[in-house]
């Protein structure tokens, strides 16, 4: 990280706009916590019609692609090491193996959100012969092309730009992807389109009904537009066109509180529901955040960015 990237990030909080519930479109929400980790006025709140959890304040669709193609990568600080490669090689042959234990030998897979390209190159190795990622980072694109080899397998664009995939799929992946889109029904909706009936959904991503206390503040920043449950994400699916058909929750997977669930393209799903909004995590968040904490507090926040500018 620059310092550049820096007032980047100090010049976001003008950019930031006001939006309702991006599931039920309410602007009734209980206010969680003014400020993300970064400092930015991300102004989280929970939902009372729905449930979900979400950032209130948000950068534009334009400009949320800029932060992830430029500013983003900074932040997550990804550097080749062997050290980081090895986790990214470990979690894709864990979670290989554990979607396979519960759909079988995968092949005619898609992921979206392939990062560096860990998941797709485990899954070749484990015998698929039809991948297809999409990323909207170069240097994840760049990664997997030229170190994993895996050359047009995996392409360069913003989900809800690319192009669908040269087969039908029949096993789509989403490995924390789904709450860093500002409007995660859309994309499902997209993905409706591409996946035909039967075919399995596999998404993963932060439990916030889970004990992330390690975390504590940290769990909550600008690039994190929703922050899903059990209850939210099922429900979520059921309106655009997915059957839940099995929900897993990992204390120590890839996040503190790592939630999996299962479904099956079923259009029969997509029928107008009420919401019904499960009990308040409002306490639950209380409980876990701490924002002065000197652990996982906004001390610790500036001094992680500290380091990334140490390191840049």
């Known amino acids: 990280m620059k310092i550049v990237d820096l007032f980047e990030l100090v010049r976001l909080s003008r950019r930031l706009q006001k939006r309702p519930c991006p599931i039920c479109r309410s602007e009734a929400g209980r206010p969680l916590l003014r400020y993300d980790r970064y400092l930015l006025p991300s102004n989280i709140k929970e939902c009372e019609r729905c449930g979900l959890i979400y950032c209130a304040n948000m950068l534009s669709p334009p400009e949320l692609e800029r932060f992830y193609t430029s500013l983003y990568s900074a932040l997550m600080d990804f550097k080749a090491t062997e050290a980081q490669i090895a986790t990214y090689q470990s979690v894709a042959r864990e979670r290989v ?86 409007d995660p029904g859309a994309a499902l909706d997209r993905l409706a389109a591409w996946i035909p009936e039967g075919a399995s959904l596999v998404i993963e991503v932060p439990d916030t009904a889970a004990d992330w206390s390690s975390m504590g503040l940290i769990n909550f920043h600008i ?48 029928e107008i529901r009420p919401f019904l909004a499960p009990p308040s995590l409002a306490s639950h968040v209380a409980d876990l955040v701490k924002p002065w904490s000197l652990k996982n507090g906004y001390p610790r926040a500036v001094l992680r960015l500290l380091r990334h500018l140490a390191r840049g």
Request: glycine share 8%; proline share 6%; hydrophobic share 40%.
């Open 97 to 182: 193996t554990k979607i396979s234990a519960r759909l079988g030998h995968l092949d005619q897979l898609l992921e979206i959100g392939a990062g560096y390209g860990y998941f797709l190159a485990a899954a070749r190795q484990a015998g698929a012969r039809h991948l297809y990622g999409i990323e909207p980072s170069t240097s994840g694109v760049r990664h997997a092309q030229t170190s994993l080899h895996l050359g047009d397998q995996i392409v360069e664009a913003p989900f809800l730009e690319a192009s669908p995939p040269p087969f039908a799929p029949q096993v789509t992946v989403l490995f924390h992807v789904l709450e860093h889109l500002v």
């Open 223 to 270: 690039s994190h537009a929703s922050y899903f449950r059990a209850e939210t994400l099922t429900d979520l699916l059921h309106r655009h066109g997915f059957a839940p058909f099995e929900v897993e929750r990992e204390a120590d997977g890839i996040y503190p509180g790592n939630l999996r669930v299962y479904a099956r393209r079923d259009s029969s799903f997509s």
